[in-house]
């Protein structure tokens, strides 16, 4: 079984590797297929004005040589090269800056997910079919299925404008409140959802029967058997909740005005500052892909009843 | 005539016309029910999946109907007349508040037609640009979900047949697209396919009327979301392979073409039409987020996402403007998501836990 496992981590290891290299080859050569560059928008500029940028951020070779180099610097000095709207500031520093805000976002956002998420979960589980279970049933199935560019509005409208309790700008610390909430919530209805039908998958097992029967305390058995089996499940859902609470990040970001990495990424978009669309995209898809490495690991490690393929 | 216990003769009795009593017998209690007919009443007795049926069938009408009656176009500015100074009473007026040519109209006695939402900044009927943009939001989910369809049922069903080397192959090129942050993908691609030649390839052709942004979507949704489709229906296909019945027609003699006709199709198309039905809200709210983030249609033509996101710039005075499209979006995808589900339900016993 060790053997196996240890070939297994293995293969899910060269297989994320590939994946990241593969993004950055998607990346590299899609926006370098767009025709006109970066510099064909700005007006006024001369031939020779052109060749010596073009020179400056080394448009001017090989498009294969640029891939390499671009390539070589991403693995060994972590490098994106320079933003070419932000004179001046390299693509990593506008990453990590960023990083810094959403980070703090999205940890936040995680962690009320999945801690209010488990509790409601096993409430719904335990009250099954009572009015509780219902009342959480209804709201996690909204909140799954809402947008949440829509969620973010919504809130913002809600809590910012017609109630003016919490502020509108995402900048504060206090500020950070409603994109957290508005983060949390998908996340959050889906690992309850995913909780209640674990937990009541496990209450019916066998073993649940035998700890009741031994005269096992009913917290411990609701703790240490049942809870503890049904929350496996959750952590495959790892890996598409940091996905979520990427992609959201970037809307929600925007919503907020929250001076985060998906901010970035969306102004670089409308900007066309190519190196920077490449750095964000990079970056956010390695975390989504390491995240998803993490959970699928966690998971067949954490049971032991999961064959390994 | 007498019976003999070996007799060879037949028994002419047994031969005699039906009596009505023995008919009564035969009479079909009630009509037998296909598969089709079943799954159908099973779905309406979902109270929940034949409301969202409903509200679907409403907003679809809605949306194809009103634009035909409705007195005012998407793109039309009220306050710019040919010939006359521009009038700019008409940029952001309330629900039901008129621009100042139609109060002089009203005062002379002439009814005008109600503004229901009020007009935008550019004093655009919103309404009828809400109306539009649910018509863009349903077609783009649609035709969305026919190429992932079209696309993920060949793929898939080809890696399912062939198996071999031919499957590892396929597979393995799934197991890397899907490995891929689909999200992101997209957000490149459009990001580079809305900044590329393209539109002045597609210039005069059918495909300019639908925009480079949402013909950049559709080649995104074909290069990226065929994958799980496709996973679904080989999935489906290998399993199938391996059934009884088919063992069984086999055996009779069957030809492939009639095996796939008649067993491996029917068992597989409920499947095929609810995994295609869960797509299409999905696809919406890709086609919304993109337009939220400016990648979606092409102005003036609006989308709900993309009415969301202007609307977010005069939140706080105009909140209705944002609320409006945040509901029907919400509405359409929630109720496609929960009739999705009646549909599995009712057509997927197997599935159902």
């Known amino acids: 079984m060790n053997s196996k496992m240890a070939f297994y981590i293995v293969k899910r290891v060269l297989l994320a590797l590939f994946t990241v290299f593969l993004v950055i080859t998607i990346t590299f050569f899609v926006m370098h297929s767009v025709p006109g560059g970066p510099f064909t928008s700005e007006k006024a500029i001369s031939a020779e004005a052109q060749k010596a940028l073009e020179a400056k951020y080394g448009l001017d070779k090989p498009l294969f040589e640029q891939y390499v180099s671009y390539l070589k610097d991403i693995v060994t000095e972590l490098d994106f090269g320079p933003s070419i709207k932000t004179r001046g500031r390299d693509v990593a520093d506008i990453i990590a800056d960023g990083l810094q805000t959403s980070a703090k976002l999205g940890v936040a956002a995680a962690a009320i997910a999945l801690v209010f998420g488990i ?169 989504i892909v390491v995240m998803n490495l993490i959970s699928d690991i966690l998971y067949k490690v954490v049971d032991p009843r999961i064959k390994f393929e | 005539m007498r019976k003999f216990p070996i007799n060879m003769h037949l028994n002419v009795d047994s031969f005699l016309p039906a009596s009505d009593a023995e008919k009564e017998y035969m009479v079909q209690m009630r009509p037998s029910t ?207 392979r391996e059934q009884e019945y088919v063992l069984a027609a086999r055996a009779c003699g069957a030809k492939p073409g009639r095996i796939i006709k008649k067993h491996l199709m029917p068992n597989c198309i409920g499947v095929v039409i609810i995994s295609t039905a869960l797509q299409i809200p999905s696809a919406i709210f890709t086609e919304s987020y993109l337009s939220f983030l400016g990648l979606g249609v092409n102005a003036p033509m609006p989308s709900l996402g993309s009415l969301a996101s202007d609307a977010l710039n005069g939140i706080h005075s105009y909140s209705y403007r944002l609320i409006i499209p945040a509901v029907v979006i919400s509405l359409i995808v929630l109720s496609l998501n929960l009739f999705g589900d009646g549909l599995r339900d009712a057509f997927d016993p197997k599935l159902n836990k």
């Open chain 1, 119 to 287: 509790i409601l979960g096993a409430v719904a589980a335990l009250r099954r079919n009572k009015p509780i279970d219902r009342i959480i049933m209804v709201f996690t199935t909204a909140f799954v299925s809402m947008p949440s560019f829509i969620m973010g509005s919504l809130l913002l409208i809600l809590f910012a404008i017609v109630l003016n309790i919490l502020p509108a700008n995402g900048s504060t610390a206090e500020g950070l409140i409603l994109p957290i909430i508005t983060l949390s919530l998908s996340p959050l209805s889906n690992i309850t959802r995913l909780t209640r039908s674990s937990m009541l998958d496990v209450l019916g097992q066998d073993y649940i029967v035998t700890a009741k029967a031994k005269g096992v305390p009913h917290i411990k058995v609701l703790f240490g058997h049942a809870l503890k089996n049904a929350l496996i499940p959750v952590i495959t859902y790892f890996g598409p909740m940091l996905a979520y609470i990427v992609t959201g990040s970037l809307v929600v970001e925007q919503i907020f005005a929250v001076p985060g990495i998906g901010r970035e990424f969306v102004s670089s978009i409308t900007n066309r500052d190519y190196p920077l669309i490449m750095g964000t995209t990079i970056v956010l898809a390695v975390l």
């Open chain 2, 34 to 240: 296909t598969f089709f007919r079943d799954g159908v009443k099973r779905l309406l007795k979902n109270k929940i999946a034949t409301i969202s049926f409903i509200m679907i069938i409403i907003i679809t009408l809605a949306c194809i109907l009103i634009p035909l009656f409705w007195p005012y176009k998407y793109d039309k500015q009220l306050g710019i007349s040919l010939g006359k100074p521009v009038d700019p009473t008409y940029a952001n007026l309330r629900p039901f508040e008129y621009g100042e040519t139609e109060q002089a109209k009203i005062a002379a006695g002439e009814t005008v037609f109600p503004h229901i939402f009020g007009t935008d900044s550019a004093g655009r009927d919103y309404f009828i640009r809400v109306v539009y943009g649910t018509r863009i939001s349903l077609l783009v989910g649609f035709f969305a979900s026919l190429i992932v369809l079209v696309i993920g049922m060949t793929v898939g069903s080809i890696a399912g047949y062939c198996g071999g080397k031919v499957d590892i192959v396929i597979m393995r090129i799934v197991d890397i697209i899907y490995s891929l942050p689909d999200m992101l993908m997209v957000i490149l691609l459009s990001a580079a396919l809305n900044n590329s030649g393209l539109d002045k390839l597609i210039q005069g052709t059918v495909l300019e009327k639908i925009g480079l942004n949402i013909l950049s979507l559709f080649i995104v949704f074909g290069l990226l979301y065929w994958v799980s489709m496709s996973r679904l229906i080989r999935g489906q296909i290998l399993s199938l």
